[in-house]
Each structure stands twice: as C-alpha cells, then as structure tokens.
C-alpha cells in the first residue's frame, strides 16, 4: 500500500472512530437528559384579592404554577387590580393560570370557551385551569375540545385538569398537568397507596396533589411522600373554601421541594 493510500486509510479511520464517539455522547445524553431529576415545587390555587396574591408572589421568587380566581372564574368584567398582580407574579417567574370550572363536563363548552378568552384578554394568563373536571372516558371528547381552546392562544400555553382522582388514561393525553389528588390530608396516605402502577410510572412533572386541612407536620409529610408529584401544595385551610388560605408554613413547604426528585 502507498504512503498516499496508508493516509487515506487513516483518514476515514479516524473519520469513523470520531462520529462513532460523537453516537455515543449524544446516545449517553438522551439517556442522563431522560434520567435527569426533576425538581419539584408548587402549584397554588390562590384564590385570594390581588393584594394577597401581589404578597405572596413577593415572599418567594420560586418558579411556582398559580391560579387567580377573581370571581368563581373571570367574573363578567376585568379587575384592573388583578392584571397588575398577574405581570407581578409573571416577572417574579410564576406561571398564572386562570380557573375556570367545568362542572364534571356538564357546563356548555361554549361558557366554558368564553371564560377562557377573558382571562387571556384581561389577564394574560400563561395557561388554564380546568377545575371540576370528569374522569370518566365518556367526557374526554369534551375536554379535549378545551384544550385545543386553550393552546389556540399559543402552543406554550398550560393546560391543567383537576378532577380531584386518578382519571382514566386518556385524560393523560389532553392535559400539561393532571391533578390526582385534592382532599383532606387524613384521605391522602389511603390515596397514595391506591395509586394504580401506571399512573406511578408517570413522569412527575405531569402530576399536581393539592391537600387541605394539613398541620405543619402533616405538609412537610406530603411533600417528602415517596410517591413524588411534580406539583405538590398543602395548606391549612379546610372546608367549604380552603384555597383562600395562605398557609404560615409555605415557605418550609417550599423549601422541602427544592430537593429535586
């Protein structure tokens, strides 16, 4: 073989070895991107006045999901107030969603389309919280038509289901974030552990567990639950309204979530 031919040779041999490694790191950081922790913190229905919302957005600066709820959804015309709190908490790097309720996939999607505009037009809201949502395969044609609303305003735009109780697997492929657990902290161990496999097979960031009527010590249990979900909020407020209570634990809720899981 010529000198000429030995370095061609070597060429394409090098060539080969340099993408083979080049496979191999981009193979290797799929792999660890999809292994990655994934860190934990807060979605808040804060369904309190614009002042409220203002002070809590300035007691923390964490990347938290909040929901406004100025009057059992949008109300019939924009509250000045609540759109100054909103670029607030935007600028502080919350994502705001705006609630709207669905009564079990009863109420007419046309209302429910129009409480969705609102908020984007008054508001400006990254994304929509669809409260009182079925679980059952009967209703997901209609909630999938609120999505499709939803993410007509911007692709990035959230889209968040609670019915409050594991759905069927459908809901799964309309929702951002489906909210599996909303309850009282004494039902929360008892739904953990009825958690079908597929749903604990979920990525994190998919599930939200909102609990009422938890002491201090019982929210720090919630958090650190070896069942993990991406969102996770519990409070001491307790029925009929226990959203409207900030709990004086927050920020040692907060704090417990920063472990990434």
């Not at 000429?4 to 193979?27: E, F, M």
């Not at 657990?181 to 960031?205: C, I, L, S």
């Not at 249990?221 to 996770?232: C, E, I, L, R, T």
């Not at 409070?235 to 009929?240: A, E, K, R, V």
Request: net charge positive.
């Amino acid at each position: 073989m010529s000198g000429l031919a030995r370095r061609q040779r070597g060429l394409l041999l090098a060539s080969a070895a340099a993408a083979g490694a080049i496979v191999l790191v981009t193979l290797l950081s799929t792999r660890g991107a999809e292994r990655r922790a994934i860190c934990r913190t807060t979605l808040i229905p804060a369904y309190v006045p614009p002042h409220a919302l203002v002070d809590l957005v300035r007691a923390s600066s964490r990347p938290r999901l909040l929901v406004i709820n100025p009057s059992s959804g949008p109300g019939t015309e924009a509250v000045p107030a609540y759109r100054g709190a909103v670029r607030t908490a935007q600028r502080a790097g919350a994502r705001v969603l705006g609630y709207v309720h669905t009564t079990y996939g009863a109420r007419p999607v046309a209302d429910v389309m129009a409480d969705i505009d609102r908020y984007t037009s008054w508001y400006g809201v990254d994304g929509i919280f669809l409260d009182e949502a079925s679980h059952d395969v009967a209703h997901v044609g209609y909630y999938a038509a609120l999505g499709r609303h939803v993410r007509a305003g911007g692709a990035r735009r959230i889209v968040v289901l609670n019915p409050g109780v594991v759905p069927a697997r459908e809901y799964f492929d309309l929702a951002d974030v489906i909210v599996t657990f909303e309850g009282p902290y004494a039902a929360y161990g008892p739904a953990m552990e009825a958690t079908p496999e597929w749903v604990r097979d979920q990525p994190p960031g998919r599930l939200a567990h909102l609990v009422y009527d938890a002491s201090r010590q019982q929210a720090m249990a919630a958090v650190s639950h070896p069942q993990k979900a991406g969102y996770v909020y519990a409070t001491s407020g307790s029925l009929p309204d226990p959203w409207r209570t900030v709990p004086s634990y927050l920020h040692e809720e907060e704090q417990a979530l920063e472990v990434c899981a």
